[in-house]
């Protein structure tokens, strides 16, 4: 798989899109959140060196030129899959993401994994599936008037294992199939994501920073993916994104 590409338009096209880029995404805005600092430069990852455009204090500086034309691509294809209506699982496990990715979860509806990843989420879904199903059912006993038959006992220790089922599967309660994309906020954590994704086929975006493989997904946002504020950058307009295609498919 070789890294994405944007295609060529027209010159006309070329420079009305260029033009639209700088108003929706300022490099000065960019650089104010931080997103182009990568790390040190004997962390890089070669396929990463058309990114970067220079080095600063041992650290590599990510070319937000690069940076602006991807996130573009990616914001555009993420707008066709919420307008078609497709699913699109949230991940984002390190402590700087795992907040952010839940409440833009929560916010637009999507699916989320935010604390670690669940071993066979994606090639072993029929089998996570039954768990999430077990989750279900015991949240239905306990809203029922049938919970006050159980003991006390038996009350605390439902209410126990629906904890502990809700911290791991809370966030993808009702992914009732496969997704059809996937948005990686943290790609060197969640390489087991990934493998399962590209296993399943499910087609991958994420924030690639200096140490992370490009190629390894299908729309790589380069960009620092460690400081919050880089995170709340691109999380900012995913969210926006992700709604206002929902909002106009709704009016379809």
Known sequence: MTEQTIEEPSDAAQVKQKAENKEKFGIEEMMGAGLHFGHKTSKTHPRMKPSITGVRNGIHIINLEKTRENLAAALAALADLA???????????????????????????????????????????????????????????????????????EQHEMEEEIKRLEAKFGGVKNLQKLPDAMFIFDLEKNQIALREARQKGVKVFAIVDTDCDPASVDYAIPANNDAVSSLSYIIEKVRDTILSAKSRAAVQ
């Open 83 to 153: 307008m078609e209506g497709k699913t699109i699982l949230l991940v984002g496990t390190k402590v700087q993401a795992k907040d952010l990715v839940r409440e833009l979860g929560q916010e637009t509806g999507l699916p989320h994994v935010t604390d670690r990843w669940i071993g066979g989420l994606l090639t072993n879904f029929e089998t996570v599936g039954k768990r999430i199903v077990h989750l279900k059912d015991l949240e239905q006993k306990k809203g029922g008037e049938e919970f006050q038959k159980y003991t006390k006992w």
